[in-house]
């Protein structure tokens, strides 16, 4: 800003924010057509790069996966002036299409979020061998694609840390989308992370069989409260909106339950009451930083990332180690050293 104003600009700008605030309120995006929010100013460095984005079912507004994917995008979007876009998938039948949009449109590079549009990834870096594109959770072994996996085990374990060193009545409970290896991931991690403080505490598992159904998350949530449990894991996306929902009910009931939730700080959108902790995936700054590399020419398709504790690229919000008792978050942190040292290895699949 500079120092000195003369009388008759200040005026204009006065008059000018008056103006802007009396608009009315922005369109909210499409969730059927490939939407985008408007570039704020910036440095327009990426002004001609397309980076489009398919959602798995669970939509991108699951407060969760997908949606910590498309801030990342809209983040790339306000810092370089590119043109940043979804389609949503309502069902896996949509993957394909949905991708081919993106590719036969040209995008600089196309996104597939999650392990189920691997053949919808593959089959459209085929089609079009000049296309790049890359997909979060699973591995497409071709030259155009850039594929980023996760430990997730590792994150996983550490909430089981947390799970088992808060659990008043040794009862706790996992909650699943569906029966694939990330999940199953997400599940061993958290099992063995409980165990390794406190073999006694019973683990009760509910495989949902959807990414995209709250109601079947909070009906899972329902009867593992029911059963004992006081904290509940979910690993669900959009389903597990619903063991959420399902806690804040009991809250409200006067019954103290708790929720532990995933890849994004999850007590932001749910509240610290009944989030306990979450594990962090950092989707968004692997989203970030390949779509910013793409864009500066340093795409490495054919390759395969996995982040982990050492990359920090999972782990436990930042929030919940100022809310939970300083002697869990020291327990968390020895265990974390222990995963990164290779003194634990932490299994990928339940025994």
């Known amino acids: 800003m500079k120092k000195f104003f003369n009388v008759s ?6 008059f000018s924010l008056a103006l802007m605030g009396c608009g009315g309120k922005t369109a909210a995006p499409s969730t059927e057509k490939p939407a985008a929010t408007e570039a704020p100013k910036s440095d327009n460095k990426g002004k001609d790069f397309k980076v489009g984005m398919v959602t798995d079912v669970g939509g991108v507004n699951d407060k969760s996966f997908n949606q910590s994917a498309w801030e990342a995008l809209q983040l790339v979007q306000k810092e370089t002036g590119a043109s940043a876009k979804y389609l949503e998938s309502k069902s896996e039948a949509d993957f394909a299409t949905n991708m081919n949009q993106f590719v036969k449109g040209s995008y600089n590079l196309t996104w597939g979020i999650g392990m189920l549009l691997d053949k919808a990834v593959e089959a459209a870096a085929k089609q079009d061998p000049n296309a790049k594109l890359a997909i979060v959770d699973n591995v497409v072994n071709l030259p155009n694609v850039q594929s980023v996996n ?18 008043k009545t040794k009862k706790v409970g996992f909650v699943g989308g569906m029966k694939i290896p990330v999940i199953s991931r997400f599940h061993a991690g958290f099992v063995a992370g409980v165990k390794a403080v406190d073999p006694s505490v019973e683990v009760l598992v509910n495989y949902a069989g959807d990414f995209g159904k709250p109601d079947v998350g909070k009906a899972a949530a329902a009867s593992m409260y029911n059963s004992g449990a006081d904290i509940i894991f979910h690993a669900a996306g959009g389903t597990g909106n619903g063991v959420f929902n399902e806690a804040k009910d009991r809250l409200k009931a006067g019954k103290k339950v708790w929720v532990i939730g995933v890849d994004k700080d999850q007590s932001i959108e749910f509240g610290a009451d009944v989030t306990l902790t979450s594990m962090i995936k950092r989707v ?7 779509t910013k590399d793409t864009m500066d020419g340093k795409f490495q398709g054919g390759t395969n990332t996995v982040l982990g504790l050492k990359d920090k690229g999972v782990g436990i919000s930042e929030t919940s180690r100022k809310t939970l008792p ?26």
């Open 150 to 167: 996760f430990a997730e085990q590792e994150g996983s374990f550490l909430v089981g840390v947390v799970a088992a060193k808060t659990t």
């Open 284 to 290: 968004d700054e692997a989203v970030h930083k390949i």
């Open 9 to 14: 600009v200040l005026l204009v700008l006065v």
């Open 326 to 351: 300083a002697d869990v978050v020291k327990l968390v942190d020895e265990y974390a050293a222990k995963i990164v040292s290779g003194e634990i290895k932490v299994p990928t699949e339940v025994k």
